[in-house]
Structure formats: structure tokens, C-alpha cells
């Protein structure tokens, strides 16, 4: 009965390699985020997504690309990996976009990149 | 972009004590948000506040706002080991279209 949910928890890999990091919410929300929070613990979003729809697009490289099956699910897909991708990705959802409510984050991914 | 700011970004006290976080900000907000970070866990949202409400309780916990001094600050009373955390405000700007998030103060209390 986990809000959402986040896989995988932990990843490990090479400069280079490509990578997916999935995301399910089970709140019935419409929105839903990718945040990346560095070393420093500092937090931005990354993107966002309504009803599938992609809403807010931050200036991140194009080897990130969110995709979204369906408005309970939102992955985020990673390629060429860099040393400076190295951080925790969070996931989060919200009810609506437009009033920015509570936001129902995941667990993290533990992303490093060797 | 601007963010809010948390002060200090680091506190530690006894367990009893009470804990005071302060937030500020530099543009209109519609509303302010803190959240708790266990270290290792996802952010968990703890009180949201309108731009024209000043004061808000919930539990142990209470927050204020200020929109003369763009500013807002979490109480934690009655202090106890387990609110040891990270804590972040987050601002949901009038002119902007998601939340913006601090970098956060660093709770520790003391058994």
C-alpha cells in the first residue's frame, strides 16, 4: 500500500551506460515530478508531467528523458552517464498542477555513477 | 530562480527543547510548504500555510508567515530524538508554476 514508489532503490554503474529509474503512484493523483537532490541536499525538479502530458521541463541535458505510460506511472530514462549525474532522484506526485498542493514524494533512487 | 532560504542550516539541541526554523523567500507566494527529510528516506510533507493565513498548528508543530518580511518559521516543541532531520521549506511562487525548495536545515536533537 506504498504511495509511491520508486525502482530501483540503489543503482550503481559505468561512465556511459544508459539507465531507467521507474516510478508508480497509487493516490489516483494527476501530477507527477522528478526532482534530483545533489550532495548538498539541494532539491530541483528535473521535470513534470500532467495527466501524461509534459508540463515543466527544467534546463536538464537531453540525456535525460522522462516518459509517461499512463498518469500512475512516470519513468525516467538516462543516457551516457556521467560522473556528474551521481545523486538521488526523487519522485513525487501531487493531486492537481494548478494549485500546487502536497506533494506525496518516493523513497529515492540512489544514483552513482563510477 | 529564487528559492526560499533556510536559517540556520544546522541546529542541534536537547531533547525538550524546542526547535525554531526560519524560512525566507523573495518574491509573492500563493502558499509555503516545510517538509521532513529522514536521512535516506523521501521528503514527507508536514503543514502547508496560505499566503493570507499568519499561523498554523499541527501537533507539536507550528508555523508562521510573515508576507511583510517575505518570511515564515517552524517550532517543533517539546523536541524529541526522532524529529531528527533535514527540514525544507518550499515556496509556491504567484508567478511561477511548481514548488521551489530551500536547502534546508539540519535538525539534530540530542537523547
Known amino acids: 500500500d506504498t504511495a509511491v514508489s520508486q525502482t530501483p532503490k540503489y543503482l550503481v554503474t559505468q561512465m556511459g551506460n544508459d539507465k531507467s529509474i521507474k516510478c508508480e503512484q497509487n493516490?489516483?493523483?494527476?501530477?507527477m515530478y522528478w526532482y534530483k537532490q545533489d550532495s548538498k541536499k539541494f532539491l530541483k525538479i528535473m521535470f513534470s508531467?500532467?495527466?501524461?502530458?509534459?508540463?515543466i521541463n527544467e534546463t536538464v541535458p537531453n540525456r535525460f528523458s522522462p516518459k509517461s505510460p499512463d498518469k500512475a506511472h512516470l519513468n525516467l530514462h538516462i543516457n551516457s552517464l556521467e560522473l556528474g549525474d551521481s545523486a538521488v532522484y526523487f519522485c513525487?506526485?501531487?493531486?492537481?498542477?494548478?494549485?500546487?498542493?502536497?506533494?506525496?514524494f518516493g523513497p529515492g533512487t540512489r544514483l552513482l555513477v563510477l | 530562480s529564487q528559492q526560499g532560504e533556510e536559517d540556520p542550516q544546522a541546529l542541534s539541541i536537547q531533547e525538550g527543547e524546542n526547535a525554531t526554523m526560519n524560512c525566507s523567500y523573495k518574491?509573492?507566494?500563493?502558499?509555503l510548504q516545510w517538509y521532513r527529510q529522514n536521512s535516506g528516506r523521501g521528503l514527507v510533507h508536514l503543514i502547508l500555510?496560505?499566503?493570507?493565513?499568519r499561523e498554523k498548528h499541527s501537533g507539536r508543530l507550528r508555523v508562521t508567515l510573515d508576507t511583510s518580511k517575505k518570511s515564515s518559521s517552524l517550532l517543533i516543541t517539546a523536541s524529541r530524538a526522532a524529529d531528527t532531520a533535514s527540514y525544507f521549506c518550499?515556496?509556491?511562487?504567484?508567478?511561477?508554476?511548481?514548488?521551489?525548495f530551500g536547502e534546508g536545515t539540519q535538525l539534530t536533537v540530542n537523547p
Open positions: 513525487a506526485s501531487s493531486q492537481r498542477l494548478r494549485d500546487k498542493e502536497t506533494q506525496y
Open positions: 493516490l489516483g493523483h494527476d501530477t
Open positions: 508531467y500532467n495527466n501524461k502530458e509534459l508540463i
Open positions: 518574491t509573492s507566494i500563493n502558499n
Open positions: 500555510i496560505r499566503s493570507n493565513e
Open positions: 518550499a515556496t509556491d511562487l504567484t508567478s511561477g508554476s511548481r514548488l521551489t
